[in-house]
């Protein structure tokens, strides 16, 4: 559905959803879909009844509140060029018409982004919030599924485009935007945990060819550029976040399923609707040029004092980039507190101005581009416990080609630690506990007979994004542990994520002696239920978790202790 074509529900009208309660003498919300029945009979006294109510937004009153004036996207300087870096393949925003019943409300400002579960979908009208929604065609950046059975990647961009009002005045007014503010969202395969993954704006990467979907439906090709800040992967030379999703891809081996996207206003728009966001700061702090007054201790900031608190840099740390990163993290831990707090649940009022604030600042990819997939998407990250959402800032050094240093590359070692973690989906908050199971359940898998090397008969595919690996690998085998009898089978059909290997239950010895050379994990094992016939060879798909022949497949278990990292559950005071 574009946006053209937004607005209405099941054709309720809004005015339908109010009715006059004969015990209260005031109209109420009904949050049912029973448009046709009588007040009488969609309300009772009943304290179960209650339970299901919500007031008016703005208070009890006899007027039936849909008929009150509707907000226009240009009275607060949001036209359809707004918050969206580029523009390419952008759809155009309609007048919302009315309010729509919602389940979620997940966004972000400069860096937020914020899950409400699903069971705030009692409350919350949605009608006039999927008008609100804006989306890009990416083309095949991202996945159109909204969800997958697997982890799900989620990026989260925060451009610095000065559209909107009092927003003229941060300089730069004429840019595009940046992707400014960058945050790699996974979430588990079991819906347990998440990891945030903060990546510098000032990182040096080379951004690759990048296919755009053009207004007209026709593609057009940005050329790649080497070695260029970050940032630049957004709004510059017609990129848009799909292109972003594909230099996240290049960084980290991870490819993103969708983007989420806000400007400056998203941040003062969500402070102010969920009546602020508590912060403490170690020391006072008064900062001239991004205006930021603050007393040291806690206080609770809002709209422009809130977006002064992200941009700074010179009032934390050694005024760098980076040092904003630790107090934008922070204050998003708090946003997510508050949101998912029983104060907000439980306040209608509170819900509709965070939902109908959100999703006007909010940019998506068509993939999850209406109400309703974004209510599925919120409905399984709103299973992810606070305490097990993970802030860490991708590792970096000074860029050693620099005389005055201005900007950072990934750390060599630890950064592909970390990668590699999220990569095979391990929590950093249940490092231990993952790295224990694992080696269970890898010495269960290695318990029993193994074939000897000679007797190993095993077929090698390519399924991964390494060229030549099935030749490789072979050559490794026959060469390095003796399985003469394997064959390069040359490309899979398709691509694949996890290496696989395929085998008969009367192959499991040369199974177990298979996994034992490569190492690999006990998921790659993939037992049939037929015996295998005469000569007939096992099948070892490689996929993207293959980094090379003789390099074991299970990887790292852990991330240096100099990887500074955060809860999302626990309140930090900025230095």
């Not at 969800?147 to 004429?174: A, C, F, Q, V, W």
């Not at 800040?229 to 490819?255: D, H, W, Y």
């Not at 760098?320 to 707090?341: A, H, N, P, T, Y």
């Amino acid at each position: 559905m574009d946006a053209q074509s937004r607005g209405r529900a099941d054709d309720i009208d809004p005015a339908d959803q109010w009715v006059l309660n004969p015990h209260t003498g005031n109209y109420e919300l009904r949050l049912d879909q029973s448009a046709g029945e009588s007040p009488a009979a969609a309300r009772t006294a009943t304290a179960e009844d209650s339970g299901r109510r919500a007031e008016s937004p703005d208070g009890p009153r006899r007027e039936v509140p849909a008929q009150r004036s509707r907000r226009s996207a240009q009275k607060d300087g949001r036209g359809p060029e707004a918050s969206a870096a580029g523009g390419a393949g952008r759809r155009k925003r309609k007048a919302p018409k009315a309010r729509r019943k919602k389940a979620l409300m997940w966004t972000g400002g400069v860096t937020a982004f914020v899950v409400v579960a699903a069971g705030v979908g009692a409350y919350v009208l949605y009608e006039r919030l999927n008008g609100n929604i804006s989306t890009i065609d990416i083309g095949d950046a991202g996945n159109n599924d909204v969800l997958s059975d697997g982890p799900m990647n989620i990026l989260i961009i925060g451009t610095d485009k000065r559209t909107g009002k009092g927003n003229e005045g941060y300089g730069d007014k004429g840019s595009e935007g940046h992707a400014d503010t960058n945050i790699l969202f996974h979430v588990s395969e079991d819906r347990t945990n998440a990891t945030a993954l903060s990546i510098p704006r000032d990182l040096m990467t080379d951004i690759p060819d990048c296919e755009t979907v053009q207004p007209d439906g026709s593609t057009k090709t940005i050329p790649g550029t080497p070695r260029v800040r970050f940032n630049v992967s957004l709004g510059q030379e017609g990129r848009n976040p799909g292109c972003t999703m594909q230099t996240v891809e290049a960084i980290t081996g991870i490819k993103p399923d969708h983007f989420m996207m806000v400007d400056f206003n998203a941040v003062k728009e969500l402070t102010t609707a969920v009546g602020g966001v508590k912060v403490c700061m170690a020391k006072p702090i008064n900062d001239p040029k991004s205006h930021l007054e603050l007393p040291q201790g806690e206080s609770t900031v809002a709209g422009e004092d809130a977006l002064a608190l992200l941009r700074t840099r010179h009032s934390f740390g050694n005024e760098s980039d980076l040092d904003r990163i630790k107090v934008q993290q922070q204050f998003l831990g708090s946003m997510i507190r508050e949101m998912k707090s029983s104060d907000t649940l439980t306040n209608p009022t509170k819900l509709f101005k965070l939902a109908d604030a959100a999703t006007n600042a909010l940019t998506v990819d068509q993939g999850i581009g209406s109400a309703k997939k974004l209510m599925t998407l919120a409905q399984e990250i709103g299973k992810v416990d606070t305490k097990n959402i993970t802030f860490v800032t991708l590792p970096v050094i000074d860029n050693p080609a620099e005389t005055v240093k201005a900007t950072v590359v990934p750390h060599p070692t630890q950064a592909e630690q970390l990668f590699a973690m999220m990569r095979s989906d391990t929590s950093l908050t249940e490092v231990k506990q993952k790295e224990k199971a694992a080696k269970s359940k890898q010495a269960a898998l290695l318990k029993g007979p193994k074939a000897a090397p000679a007797d190993v008969r095993v077929d090698v595919l390519n399924g991964g994004e390494i060229a030549g690996a099935a030749g490789a690998t072979v050559t490794w085998l026959q060469n390095q542990q003796g399985v003469l009898k394997s064959t390069n089978k040359a490309n899979a059909p398709e691509k694949i994520k996890k290496t696989t290997l395929e085998y008969a239950p009367n192959q499991a010895d040369q199974a177990r002696a298979l996994a034992e050379m490569m190492g690999l994990p006990a998921a790659a094992m993939k037992q049939g239920t037929a015996d295998a016939e005469g000569l007939e060879a096992m099948v070892l798909t490689l996929g993207a978790d293959f980094k090379g022949a003789g390099i074991p497949i299970t990887g790292p278990a852990k991330i240096s202790d100099d990887v500074e990292r955060a809860s999302a559950d626990k309140a930090v005071c900025s230095k």
